[in-house]
């Protein structure tokens, strides 16, 4: 199936050697609630720079990267693309601007959903789910690039049933076994290009990705590094 995989799995395989390969992508973004964008006559976000704009005072949630896998990629995010210091000036200016810093991932997002909060720093596929669940979502990937997480599958060696493992392991890389996602309502963008295109999914062509290097920023000495900075320099400061 390898050939017909979007290029991001293609390249986690080669840089894995061949030990992982990608089954979704989720791209990290905003999510936003459009009633109170539109009661409040504002611009929803498309970019980062427009996530510290005054008009977005205490309106903005995101997890805390010590908790979260989201925020953590949104750190390794900014830094791959603006380089460390001006990433980590980048998030001295939006602290004024976060209302709270969640213990899950997907807590922003549902805040957004339920009108607690007019913005979330959230994957994408999680702020489709909320909106095919009724509520009043919209969301947009970044502008200027965004990063994403690749759920991926490996086979652990010495297993006790490898040739099982082998033919799920293909089966799961064809267009027959990813659209089990959609099935299931998870709108993460499948690695195989064949699979049907789901309207209600963040089209790919509009996602401006960032060669993210999963393998210096999925080093868990690297992440317990930003974390550890981000909590001194931004989650310490006074509002």
């Known amino acids: 199936m390898l050939p017909k995989l979007r290029d991001w799995a293609q390249r986690q395989a080669q840089r894995s050697q061949n030990r992982t390969v990608g089954l979704y992508l989720g791209a990290l973004g905003f999510g936003y609630n459009t009633e109170d964008i539109k009661k409040r006559k504002m611009t929803p976000p498309a970019c980062w720079a427009d996530l510290i704009k005054p008009e977005f005072k205490g309106e903005v949630q995101m997890a805390n990267p010590a908790s979260s896998g989201t925020a953590y990629t949104m750190i390794a995010t900014l830094v791959q693309l603006m380089g460390e210091d001006k990433a980590f000036d980048y998030m001295k200016k939006l602290h004024p601007n976060i209302s ?140």
């Open 100 to 239: 709270a810093y969640t213990r899950s991932g997907t807590a922003p997002v549902k805040a957004v959903a339920r009108g607690e909060t007019t913005v979330s720093v959230s994957f994408v596929h999680d702020v489709t789910t909320e909106g095919v669940n009724g509520f009043p979502v919209g969301s947009a990937t970044p502008a200027e690039g965004t990063g994403a997480e690749i759920g991926s599958m490996s086979i652990v060696q010495g297993g006790p049933n490898p040739e099982a493992a082998k033919k799920f392991y293909e089966w799961a890389l064809t267009p027959g076994g990813q659209q089990f996602g959609l099935a299931a309502k998870q709108f993460q963008l499948p690695s195989n290009t064949l699979v049907p295109k789901d309207p209600r999914m963040t089209d790919p062509a509009k996602i401006k990705l960032i060669n993210y290097d999963y393998a210096k920023y999925g080093a868990s000495a690297e992440r317990r590094r930003l974390i550890a900075k981000w909590e001194k320099e931004i989650q310490n400061q006074g509002r």
